[in-house]
């Protein structure tokens, strides 16, 4: 079974990236992101809580993301060949969360995968999918605030599982296409 979390800015290609991973491997897919937009739409107290941490560029709080994420991973049942975390953790206390959950299962994460992107490309892939999906914290002032907390709050992540002997850095300029074969070439040599 190979857990994976796919790690990187806003706009560093974690959905794209998930989605080819998905056809190619058949792994489940968690992204929090879908999961809180998801909430939003249906529009439930989490949705309604969420709503204004994202609009404002600004992380849910540990405990509300770290409540609903046993659910979720045990939604795809005992025997997936593995399940992509895109977009968690995001914070120390959630990756310590996150390997606490998967040990009591018996589970692990076989690899982190970071994505690493230059901030100009982030800014105008963002503001490129802004135009086309109107999402609405992909505008200039909420694009600067979620990339200052990448790097103040996310980003100390990279060290985080590079001591557990699981990070792998990929660069993530490119076409789709170069960038899966380099995630596939992690993927394939676990
Ligand atoms: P989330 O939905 O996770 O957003 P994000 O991390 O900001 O990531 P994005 O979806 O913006 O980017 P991506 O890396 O998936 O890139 P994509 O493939 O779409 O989170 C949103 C918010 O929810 C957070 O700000 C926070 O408030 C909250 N939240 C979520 N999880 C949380 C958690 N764990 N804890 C607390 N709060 C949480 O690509 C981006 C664009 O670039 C697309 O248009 C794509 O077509 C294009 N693109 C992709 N690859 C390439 C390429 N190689 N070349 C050119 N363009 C490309």
Not at 45 to 63: H, R, S, V
Not at 76 to 86: L, S
Not at 102 to 126: F, N, Q, T, Y
Request: with cysteine.
């Amino acid at each position: 079974m190979k857990n994976i979390v796919i790690f990187g800015a806003p706009g560093a290609g974690k959905g794209t990236q998930s989605d080819k991973m998905i056809e190619k491997y058949g792994l489940g897919h968690i992204s929090t992101g879908d999961v809180l937009r998801n909430e939003i739409k249906n529009g439930t107290e989490l949705g309604k809580t969420a709503k204004g941490y994202i609009d404002n560029g600004q992380l849910i709080p540990d405990e509300l993301m770290i409540d609903i994420l046993a659910s979720v991973y045990d939604s795809f049942g005992k025997d997936h060949a593995g399940v992509i975390f895109d977009g968690f953790p995001r914070t120390t206390p959630q990756a310590e969360a996150l390997k606490k959950m998967l040990s009591e299962r018996g589970h692990k994460i076989a690899a982190m995968i970071e994505l690493a992107v230059p901030e100009d490309e982030l800014m105008a892939r963002l503001l490129n999918r802004g135009k086309l999906s109107g999402r609405s914290d992909d505008n200039e002032e909420t694009i600067k605030k979620r990339l200052n907390v990448y790097h103040t709050q996310t980003a100390p992540l990279i060290d985080w599982y590079e001591k557990e002997g699981i990070h792998h850095h990929i660069e993530g300029l490119g076409t789709v296409d170069e960038i899966f074969a380099r995630v596939c070439n992690v993927i394939d040599n676990l």
